[in-house]
C-alpha cells in the first residue's frame, strides 16, 4: 500500500515539475524543517520560554553564544526578562503558523461556502453577498481585522481576553479574507453551471447541494489551492504585524510579532539580537510559502504546461 502510494507520487505531474522547480524544492525542505522544529519545540527547546520559573533575570540580556560574555545553551542570547531567544523563536513560531492555518481555512470555509452560493442561485443572493464583499474589499484589511480585534476584546471579561486572544486573531485576520475565495469560486461556479453536464443534472432532478458538492466544486479547487497557499503568509504577517501594534499575542505567549515588537523597544540600546531573529524567522516563513505558493501557480496553470 505504502509502495504504491510513493509509485503514484513520484509519477504525478506535480512531483516532475517540482523536480524542474530548484527555487521551489529548496523552499519546501527549509518549510519542512521550520515546521518541524516549531511543532517540535518542546522537545528540543533549551527552555520554556511561556514559563515564569525558568526565566532568571541574571541570564537577561546575553548576547547570542559567538560574542563576549553568552552563555550556553543560550545560543541566540537573552531578552530582558532572561528569557531564552531560541526557545522562544520555536514557540513563537508555533503560535504564528497555527493562527496563520487556521485563519486561513476559516476564510476558506466561509468563501468557498458563499461563492458557490452566489454562483449558483445568482439574483438577490448573488448581489447580497458580492456587495458585502465589496465593501469589506474598499476598507484597508489591516483596520478591520484592528477593528474586530479591539471589539472583541472589549466585549470579552479582563480575564478571558488573553486566554481567547488566538481564537480572536483568526477570526480577526479570516473575516476580511473570505471576499478573494468567494469572488474566485463565484466566476468558477458561474462558468460550471452552465455547461452540459451540470444542466443534465439538473434535468434528472439532481440536488442542488449534490451538484454543488460532486460537481461543480471539484472544478474550482484549483485556483483555491493557489491562493490558500500564498494567503497563508500573507495570514502569518497579519499575525505579526496585529502582535506588533499591541492587539495580538498577550506577552506571556508571544508569538514572532509580540517578540518582534519587544526587540523594538531595545534595538536602539545595543540588543540587536532580540529583534533581528525573530524576524529572520519570520522572513524565512514567508518567503518559502510564498516561493512554494508561486510553483504551485506556475504548475497549476494549464497555459503554462
Same mark, same amino acid.
Not at 531564552?84 to 503558523?97: F, K, T
Not at 496563520?100 to 448581489?127: E, H, K, M, Q, T
Given at each position: 500500500?505504502?509502495?504504491?502510494?510513493?509509485?503514484?507520487?513520484?509519477?504525478?505531474?506535480?512531483?516532475?515539475?517540482?523536480?524542474?522547480?530548484?527555487?521551489?524544492?529548496?523552499?519546501?525542505?527549509? $518549510? &519542512?524543517?521550520?515546521?518541524?522544529?516549531?511543532?517540535? @519545540?518542546?522537545?528540543?527547546?533549551? *527552555?520554556?520560554?511561556?514559563?515564569? /520559573? !525558568?526565566?532568571?533575570?541574571?541570564?537577561?540580556?546575553?548576547?547570542?553564544?559567538?560574542?563576549?560574555?553568552?552563555?550556553?545553551?543560550?545560543?541566540?542570547?537573552?531578552?530582558?526578562?532572561?528569557?531564552?531567544?531560541?526557545?522562544?523563536?520555536?514557540?513563537?513560531?508555533?503560535?504564528?503558523?497555527?493562527?496563520?492555518?487556521?485563519?486561513?481555512?476559516?476564510?476558506?470555509?466561509?468563501?468557498?461556502?458563499?461563492?458557490?452560493?452566489?454562483?449558483?442561485?445568482?439574483?438577490?443572493?448573488?448581489?447580497?453577498?458580492?456587495?458585502?464583499?465589496?465593501?469589506?474589499?474598499?476598507?484597508?484589511?489591516?483596520?478591520?481585522?484592528?477593528?474586530?480585534?479591539?471589539?472583541?476584546?472589549?466585549?470579552?471579561?479582563?480575564?478571558?481576553?488573553?486566554? $481567547? &486572544?488566538?481564537?480572536?486573531?483568526?477570526?480577526?485576520? @479570516?473575516?476580511?479574507?473570505?471576499? *478573494?475565495?468567494?469572488?474566485?469560486? /463565484? !466566476?468558477?461556479?458561474?462558468?460550471?453551471?452552465?455547461?452540459?453536464?451540470?444542466?443534465?443534472?439538473?434535468?434528472?432532478?439532481?440536488?442542488?447541494?449534490?451538484?454543488?458538492?460532486?460537481?461543480?466544486?471539484?472544478?474550482?479547487?484549483?485556483?483555491?489551492?493557489?491562493?490558500?497557499?500564498?494567503?497563508?503568509?500573507?495570514?502569518?504577517?497579519?499575525?505579526?504585524?496585529?502582535?506588533?501594534?499591541?492587539?495580538?499575542?498577550?506577552?506571556?505567549?508571544?508569538?514572532?510579532?509580540?517578540?518582534?515588537?519587544?526587540?523594538?523597544?531595545?534595538?536602539?540600546?545595543?540588543?540587536?539580537?532580540?529583534?533581528?531573529?525573530?524576524?529572520?524567522?519570520?522572513?524565512?516563513?514567508?518567503?518559502?510559502?510564498?516561493?512554494?505558493?508561486?510553483?504551485?501557480?506556475?504548475?497549476?496553470?494549464?497555459?503554462?504546461?
Amino acid at each position: 500500500m505504502a509502495t504504491s502510494l510513493a509509485v503514484r507520487v513520484r509519477e504525478h505531474e506535480l512531483w516532475w515539475s517540482l523536480k524542474g522547480h530548484p527555487s521551489a524544492m529548496v523552499a519546501l525542505g527549509l $518549510l &519542512a524543517i521550520l515546521l518541524a522544529s516549531a511543532f517540535a @519545540a518542546p522537545l528540543i527547546a533549551p *527552555q520554556n520560554p511561556y514559563d515564569l /520559573r !525558568a526565566l532568571e533575570l541574571m541570564n537577561s540580556e546575553l548576547p547570542p553564544i559567538w560574542e563576549e560574555y553568552s552563555r550556553w545553551p543560550y545560543v541566540l542570547g537573552t531578552d530582558v526578562q532572561g528569557r531564552d531567544m531560541l526557545s522562544a523563536i520555536l514557540y513563537g513560531s508555533r503560535i504564528s503558523l497555527i493562527i496563520g492555518f487556521a485563519s486561513v481555512i476559516l476564510s476558506l470555509s466561509v468563501g468557498l461556502s458563499l461563492g458557490l452560493l452566489a454562483g449558483y442561485a445568482g439574483g438577490r443572493i448573488d448581489n447580497v453577498i458580492m456587495r458585502v464583499g465589496d465593501v469589506l474589499l474598499s476598507m484597508p484589511f489591516i483596520l478591520i481585522a484592528i477593528l474586530i480585534s479591539a471589539m472583541a476584546r472589549e466585549v470579552l471579561p479582563s480575564g478571558m481576553r488573553d486566554v $481567547l &486572544a488566538a481564537p480572536i486573531l483568526v477570526v480577526a485576520i @479570516a473575516m476580511p479574507s473570505w471576499v *478573494q475565495y468567494a469572488r474566485t469560486v /463565484r !466566476a468558477s461556479t458561474m462558468v460550471e453551471a452552465g455547461k452540459e453536464y451540470v444542466q443534465a443534472a439538473r434535468l434528472i432532478r439532481v440536488r442542488p447541494w449534490r451538484i454543488l458538492l460532486t460537481h461543480i466544486l471539484p472544478n474550482t479547487l484549483t485556483p483555491i489551492m493557489v491562493a490558500a497557499t500564498l494567503n497563508f503568509g500573507l495570514a502569518i504577517l497579519s499575525e505579526a504585524t496585529l502582535s506588533f501594534l499591541g492587539v495580538g499575542m498577550p506577552p506571556d505567549q508571544p508569538s514572532l510579532g509580540t517578540l518582534i515588537r519587544f526587540g523594538n523597544e531595545f534595538l536602539f540600546s545595543g540588543l540587536w539580537w532580540i529583534v533581528l531573529f525573530p524576524a529572520l524567522q519570520l522572513c524565512l516563513i514567508v518567503v518559502s510559502v510564498n516561493l512554494i505558493g508561486d510553483w504551485l501557480r506556475d504548475a497549476l496553470n494549464p497555459k503554462l504546461r
